[in-house]
């Protein structure tokens, strides 16, 4: 059990410029969650997969926002057309169990600087 | 919709001191409640759980007691140390309303000096 990775560990990036994060969860957790952080806030829900459905997003995830989880192990979340206000530490959680206790294990994150 | 309210920080004790931070949620129906500490530089880590009302949640000498009347969950601690400085965040998952998405609170940062 490696925990969740995140890469890359930063991100900065000019105004308008493509950006895409990867997310490898832990293995053989079948549920795996994207969230974003801003300084002094906690974790916004994105999306959330469990295997490689897609079953929920946030209505934060605009059109400029995809995530995928092509074969059920990792994930990547790319943002479009960057804008200053998509500046934010990029999370991404996962888990295996069911039931209202679930417990979420969540990586480093990926720092993105859009300037 | 579902919510979380924790107190403002920074929370700045000696060490040794009591620790409270306030919790308290919205929801719709019977959320299981959850504590998750964030050390510098690390990923968000789950510290204590409760998944029904009375329960207690305890870990690391945390505790946290699930309140319905007063829908809180306030975390606690009898004697701090400077390795308890992070960031504590506050969740609810309340599958009531269909989702299973948990919701944190903006979190709360302890500071403890020696």
């Known amino acids: 059990d490696t925990g969740v990775s995140q890469n890359p560990r930063h991100k900065i990036t000019k105004r308008g410029q493509n950006v895409t994060f990867r997310c490898d969860p832990i293995?053989?957790?079948?549920?795996l969650y994207w969230y974003r952080q801003t300084l002094g806030q906690g974790p916004e829900f994105l999306t959330y997969?469990?295997?490689?459905?897609?079953?929920?997003k946030s209505r934060l995830l605009s059109d400029r926002f995809s995530a995928e989880r092509p074969k059920g192990s990792f994930s990547t979340l790319e943002i479009q057309r960057t804008e200053q206000g998509d500046s934010a530490m990029y999370l991404c959680?996962?888990?295996?169990?069911?039931?209202?206790?679930?417990?979420?294990?969540f990586g480093s994150g990926t720092q993105l600087s859009v300037l | 919709g579902n919510s979380v309210t924790q107190m403002e920080g920074p929370v700045t004790l000696s060490e040794e001191a009591f620790l409270t931070i306030n919790c308290t949620y919205t929801?719709?129906?019977?959320?299981?409640l959850f504590w998750y500490v964030q050390y510098p530089g690390e990923g968000l880590q789950l510290l204590l759980k409760?998944?029904?009302?009375?329960d207690k949640g305890s870990n690391k000498g945390f505790e946290a007691t699930y309140r319905k009347e007063t829908t809180s969950f306030h975390l606690e601690k009898g004697s701090v140390q400077v390795s308890d400085s992070a960031v504590y965040f506050c969740?609810?998952?309340?599958?009531?309303?269909?989702?299973?998405?948990?919701?944190f609170g903006r979190g709360t940062s302890l500071i403890v000096h020696p």
């Open positions: 959680a996962s888990s295996s169990e069911q039931g209202s206790g679930e417990k979420l294990f």
């Open positions: 293995s053989e957790h079948n549920r």
């Open positions: 997969f469990q295997n490689e459905a897609q079953l929920e």
């Open positions: 929801a719709t129906g019977y959320p299981s």
């Open positions: 409760a998944t029904k009302a009375d």
């Open positions: 969740a609810l998952r309340d599958p009531s309303g269909g989702s299973y998405i948990p919701t």
